[in-house]
C-alpha cells in the first residue's frame, strides 16, 4: 500500500450536481495530482497542487477546480457534472525535488452520474 | 505532441516469459515508468528507469530503453497468475508536473 487515501470509495450522483472528493497524501509528500480515467483508458491529467497552489493544469474545463490543506491533503471538486463525468477519479501524492518524480496513488473513487 | 502509445492485449501462459512495448514522445524524459493496475483498484509504480539507462533488472522485471526509437519495454519473467492485470506506461512532461499515460496493455495469464 502507497499511504495514499481518497474518500469517498465510490459515489452515484446526478447530472447538474456538484461533488467534492478528497485525498491524503503520503507523509512526507507536498504535491497532489488529480488524474481521471474513464473505462479502458489510461488516466488523463486533470491538475496538481504544490505548497497550496495549482501547479499545472490538463485539457479540462474550469468547473474542475481544487484545493490543497497546509498538511498537503487536497480536495477535487466538480461542478454542474455531466455524464461524461462518470470515472475513476485518481489522487497521486509526491515529493517534488530534484528531478524524482514518483507518484504514487491512491486507490481512487468511482463516480457515476445519472 | 504528448502521445504514449501501447499495445492493447497480451496473453500468455504461466511460466512463460511476458513483453509489453511501449513508445513515447517525449525525448527529454528523464524518466519513465512502469505502473501496474488491478481490477477496481488504483495504479501500483512498478519500477521506473533513467533516460541514460538502457536496461535495469528488478527481481523479475526486466525494463530495456532505446531513446534513439523511442521505445520502452517491460519484461516479467516466470509470470504468474498474480500479475494478470493493466499496465501502464507513462512519461513525465511539463517539467514533471504531469505523467502522460499509455492506454494500457492488459495482460492476462492462464494456467
Known amino acids: 500500500e502507497t499511504g495514499v487515501t481518497q474518500s469517498p470509495t465510490h459515489l452515484i450522483k446526478t447530472r447538474g450536481q456538484q461533488v467534492t472528493l478528497r485525498c491524503s497524501s503520503q507523509?512526507?509528500?507536498?504535491?497532489v495530482s488529480w488524474y481521471q480515467q474513464a473505462l479502458g483508458q489510461g488516466p488523463q491529467f486533470i491538475f496538481q497542487?504544490?505548497?497550496?497552489?495549482?501547479?499545472g493544469r490538463g485539457n479540462f474545463p474550469p468547473r474542475f477546480s481544487g484545493l490543497q490543506f497546509p498538511n498537503y491533503s487536497s480536495e477535487l471538486n466538480v461542478n454542474a457534472l455531466e455524464l461524461d463525468d462518470s470515472a475513476l477519479y485518481l489522487c497521486?501524492?509526491?515529493?517534488?525535488?530534484?528531478?524524482?518524480?514518483?507518484?504514487?496513488f491512491g486507490p481512487g473513487t468511482r463516480l457515476t452520474v445519472t | 505532441g504528448e502521445d504514449v502509445e501501447q499495445s492493447l492485449f497480451l496473453s500468455v501462459r504461466e511460466g512463460d516469459s511476458s513483453v509489453i512495448n511501449c513508445t513515447y514522445t517525449?525525448?527529454?524524459?528523464?524518466?519513465l515508468y512502469w505502473y501496474k493496475q488491478e481490477p477496481g483498484a488504483g495504479l501500483q509504480l512498478l519500477t521506473y528507469?533513467?533516460?541514460?539507462?538502457d536496461m535495469k533488472q528488478d527481481q523479475r522485471l526486466t525494463v530495456l530503453l532505446n531513446k534513439k526509437d523511442k521505445h520502452l519495454s517491460l519484461r516479467i519473467a516466470d509470470t504468474q497468475t498474480g500479475d494478470s492485470a493493466i499496465y501502464f506506461c507513462?512519461?513525465?512532461?511539463?517539467?514533471?508536473?504531469?505523467?502522460?499515460f499509455g492506454t494500457g496493455t492488459r495482460l492476462l495469464v492462464s494456467p
Open positions: 497542487y504544490y505548497r497550496e497552489e495549482e501547479n
Open positions: 528507469i533513467f533516460s541514460n539507462m
Open positions: 497521486a501524492s509526491s515529493r517534488t525535488s530534484g528531478n524524482s518524480y514518483e507518484q504514487y
Open positions: 517525449d525525448s527529454s524524459s528523464t524518466y
Open positions: 507523509s512526507g509528500h507536498n504535491t
Open positions: 507513462a512519461e513525465p512532461t511539463q517539467g514533471f508536473q504531469k505523467l502522460v
